[in-house]
């Protein structure tokens, strides 16, 4: 597989240097639902070992959801659809598999090749066993290249109808700025701590901005990550009933990794459930540490829901593309 990874690496840097040429054609706007997949695989591939795999990979469940919600909702069309068909080729997500004897066994992953935004996967295998091989290999690097896309669209899609006054007050307090659009408020503040929401009749959504100076590495580690938004959680956000609060929900596990985060070399990113303690309610969280720039600040951003009547998944999505748009004043 080494030459395998050696193909990939080129073809991520012949991509950005063609997306970085081409930054000034204007494409037309990508489709589809959030976190929807467009798979094109004709039958033969997508069946047996193959379909197992896939499905495995991108219809897992995703962690820190209450009841169980698929990562991608992956829709399955045949290879020659996408290449004669606008309509497929728009689609936002697409992961093309195609294996035929003559096939490189190359995986390429490209953006805003038809539409933006848009990540289009494309594994050219020689063998079932190839496809299957390659599918192990990347497919954190596939789902992670999707996220980020998802994000960014979220970001791309509040900032049209953004909130300018809360953004500016957000600037003004921490010193970087934050997309949200004109359905958030302004709850709560404390001198290193902001609490902004979105109220509507069958859904809630939250974000928990707390910044601290960096110390160690240590504020890295799960265990003081997940102390830190409990202490955090219980003093600055209080429930509907007396003496009720916010807190993690320690009965299940809290999942924890490393990832990318735009403009930050460090990043750890917390999935989860909260709960109130002394009252019925909960929902899904995700929180990102993240180290500034310059080194000197960490920040715990942390966006939650409570949606108890509808799926959470795409509500989740939403305060993860707020999240993950921190953009500092050296940027």
């Given at each position: 597989m080494?030459?395998?990874?050696?193909?990939?690496?080129?073809?991520?840097?012949?991509?950005?240097?063609?997306?970085?040429?081409?930054?000034?054609?204007?494409?037309?706007?990508?489709?589809?639902k959030?976190?929807?997949?467009?798979?094109?695989?004709?039958?033969?591939?997508?069946?047996?070992?193959?379909?197992?795999?896939?499905?495995?990979?991108?219809?897992?469940?995703?962690?820190?959801?209450?009841?169980?919600?698929?990562?991608?909702?992956?829709?399955?069309?045949?290879?020659?659809?996408?290449h004669?068909?606008?309509?497929?080729?728009?689609?936002?997500?697409?992961?093309?598999?195609?294996?035929?004897?003559?096939?490189?066994?190359?995986?390429?992953?490209?953006?805003d090749?038809?539409?933006?935004?848009?990540?289009?996967v494309?594994?050219?295998?020689?063998?079932?066993?190839?496809?299957?091989?390659?599918?192990?290999?990347?497919?954190?690097?596939?789902?992670?290249?999707?996220?980020?896309?998802?994000?960014?669209?979220?970001?791309?899609?509040?900032?049209?109808?953004?909130?300018?006054?809360?953004?500016?007050?957000?600037?003004?307090?921490?010193?970087?700025?934050?997309?949200?659009?004109?359905?958030?408020?302004w709850?709560?503040?404390?001198?290193?701590?902001?609490?902004?929401?979105?109220?509507?009749?069958?859904?809630?959504?939250?974000v928990?901005?707390?910044?601290?100076?960096?110390?160690?590495?240590?504020?890295?580690?799960?265990?003081?990550?997940?102390?830190?938004?409990?202490?955090?959680?219980?003093?600055?956000?209080?429930?509907?009933?007396?003496?009720s609060?916010?807190?993690?929900?320690?009965?299940?596990?809290?999942?924890?990794?490393?990832?990318?985060?735009?403009?930050?070399?460090?990043?750890?990113?917390?999935?989860?459930?909260?709960?109130?303690?002394?009252?019925?309610?909960?929902?899904?969280?995700?929180?990102?540490?993240?180290?500034?720039?310059?080194?000197?600040?960490?920040v715990?951003?942390?966006?939650?829901?409570?949606?108890?009547?509808?799926?959470?998944?795409?509500?989740?999505?939403?305060?993860?593309?707020?999240?993950?748009s921190?953009?500092?004043?050296?940027?």
């Amino acid at each position: 597989m080494k030459n395998v990874t050696i193909m990939l690496a080129a073809a991520l840097l012949l991509t950005a240097c063609h997306s970085r040429q081409n930054e000034a054609i204007v494409k037309k706007s990508s489709s589809g639902k959030t976190c929807e997949m467009l798979l094109a695989a004709d039958k033969g591939v997508y069946y047996g070992d193959n379909k197992t795999i896939i499905d495995s990979i991108f219809r897992e469940s995703q962690p820190g959801l209450p009841q169980g919600e698929p990562r991608f909702d992956v829709v399955n069309i045949p290879v020659s659809s996408l290449h004669n068909t606008q309509m497929f080729q728009m689609h936002r997500n697409i992961l093309l598999c195609d294996v035929a004897p003559d096939n490189p066994n190359k995986v390429y992953i490209s953006h805003d090749k038809w539409a933006s935004p848009q990540v289009m996967v494309d594994i050219a295998a020689n063998s079932d066993s190839a496809l299957q091989s390659m599918l192990r290999l990347y497919a954190g690097k596939i789902k992670d290249e999707i996220y980020k896309a998802e994000h960014q669209r979220i970001i791309n899609a509040f900032y049209n109808v953004r909130n300018v006054e809360l953004m500016q007050r957000v600037k003004e307090k921490f010193g970087f700025v934050m997309t949200f659009s004109d359905e958030f408020r302004w709850a709560s503040e404390d001198a290193d701590f902001a609490w902004i929401r979105k109220e509507t009749k069958d859904f809630s959504l939250g974000v928990l901005i707390h910044v601290m100076p960096y110390q160690s590495e240590q504020q890295f580690l799960p265990e003081k990550i997940d102390n830190r938004l409990d202490t955090v959680m219980r003093r600055q956000v209080p429930g509907p009933a007396e003496g009720s609060y916010m807190g993690t929900e320690r009965r299940m596990d809290l999942d924890h990794r490393k990832v990318d985060y735009p403009g930050s070399s460090y990043c750890i990113e917390t999935r989860g459930m909260w709960r109130l303690f002394g009252d019925f309610m909960g929902g899904p969280f995700v929180n990102y540490t993240v180290l500034s720039p310059d080194g000197s600040q960490v920040v715990d951003v942390t966006g939650f829901v409570y949606c108890p009547r509808f799926d959470k998944r795409d509500y989740l999505m939403q305060v993860e593309g707020i999240c993950n748009s921190i953009k500092w004043d050296e940027e």
